[in-house]
């Protein structure tokens, strides 16, 4: 007799594109490959964070669990910067969270906030990890148009809004894939409809110190000064170049962090004392030069490729923000077939924007996550291509 020993929960993970990629990459291509898919910075983390994880590895007092809801001087740290970075005023122990990385906040706080039945409206396209949380805790996944100006989504979350009644709204800018940014404007009137109709925006501010053009990168909580109904993720892995030591916070109203604090107090026992101590030298050691620089990193991949993907003939989204560009295929492609020929001819591998959900269909993601030298190389290579 056979039994089904997995949940059938796995049902909702949709189809891995990483699998595909690294199916792809069984086989060699015709030019030397080019690494564009992976959402992570390609450069080490500055070396006075990592001096600082050095200091405190061989201290016994940090080989016990930490604190269950983060490390006193981080919590002050992430209220320090919002109160600098952003105007916000948080209380430390009252409204941040210490996370392992988002993608473990995220999941946490749903489970936390999340009834069976409950409309949550996720941006279409989005990073999956929304999609599947959503589903794997029982919510209704109601998606809105994320491949439009966040102004333009407006009036359909508040029409949404009106037909689900959700207890949640996400939005995630810089976005990932689209990498539009949002005005202050745009989460001020977010602002109101969550007021409305008494809906939790949460806000994925992942990609905050990566914008282009001079545009700045604004929170939610600019817009909500009480923190009332809002929830906010805050990153290190890009900003910092720590995607690998999983740390990250979760700013919100009292209510909502007591409820994720203990739900997540039944997961897991937080992050290694010495990484939340590099974390706090992470946002208080790191001079301004260093944020000027990394837009300036960003800016120069991005303005490579869109002067490779202009010459290709392509159609592309020129990205505000977040470190990805979201290109259309060509007429009559899928993404999974575009992808295959931009790998096996010109050795570029990119992710299927099917990956990211319906919206997708007609689209890959390429990540800015080379050296200049790299993307300079992989626009050349888009620019001959125009027998798509």
């Known amino acids: 007799m056979k039994f089904q020993l997995e949940s059938s929960k796995l049902e909702f993970f949709r189809p891995d594109a990483f699998g595909f990629i690294n199916g792809l990459k069984k086989e060699p291509p015709k030019q030397k490959m080019i690494n564009l898919s992976i959402g992570a910075p390609n450069r080490p983390t500055p070396k006075w964070i ?98 439009v100006d966040p102004m333009a989504t407006l009036g359909e979350i508040e029409s949404l809004a009106v037909l689900h009644k959700p207890k949640m709204v996400i939005v995630n800018y810089p976005s990932n894939p689209t990498g539009r940014v949002a005005s202050k404007e745009y989460y001020e009137r977010l602002s109101e409809l969550s007021c409305k109709y008494g809906f939790v925006v949460m806000s994925d501010l992942a990609y905050s110190e990566i914008a282009f053009d001079g545009l700045e990168v604004n929170s939610y909580f600019e817009a909500q000064q009480n923190l009332e109904l809002g929830l906010e993720y805050f990153a290190f892995s890009k900003t910092y170049n720590m995607a690998g030591w999983r740390v990250g916070a979760i700013i919100a109203d009292r209510r909502l962090i007591d409820s994720v604090k203990l739900y997540k107090s039944k997961i897991d026992s937080n992050v290694f004392y010495p990484i939340q101590l590099a974390a706090v030298a992470a946002m208080k050691s790191t001079p301004d030069s260093y ?97 798509w």
């Open 291 to 387: 944020y000027r620089e990394l837009k300036e990193i960003y800016q120069d991949r991005r303005d490579a490729i869109l002067e490779g993907l202009e010459a290709s003939g392509l159609s592309f989204t020129a990205p505000q923000g977040a470190m990805y560009v979201w290109i259309s295929t060509p007429e009559g492609t899928d993404p999974w077939s575009f992808t295959e020929k931009l790998y096996r001819e010109y050795g570029i591998l990119v992710v299927p924007g099917t990956a990211y959900g319906a919206n997708g269909s007609r689209k890959v993601r390429l990540g800015l996550v080379q050296e200049f030298d790299v993307m300079k190389e992989a626009a050349r290579r888009l620019s001959e291509g125009r027998s």
């Open 50 to 147: 990592v001096e600082v994880m050095k200091e405190n590895l061989s201290n016994p007092a940090y080989h016990t669990y930490p604190p269950q809801h983060g490390a006193p001087e981080l919590l002050e740290g992430v209220a320090d910067w919002y109160k600098k970075r952003f105007g916000v005023t948080v209380k430390p122990e009252e409204n941040v969270l210490v996370t392992v990385g988002i993608k473990e906040a995220i999941f946490n706080a749903l489970h936390a906030l999340v009834n069976a039945g409950d409309s949550i409206l996720v941006p279409d396209p989005g990073y999956p990890t929304y999609f599947e949380a959503v589903l794997f805790t029982g919510g209704k996944l109601i998606t809105y148009d994320g491949d």
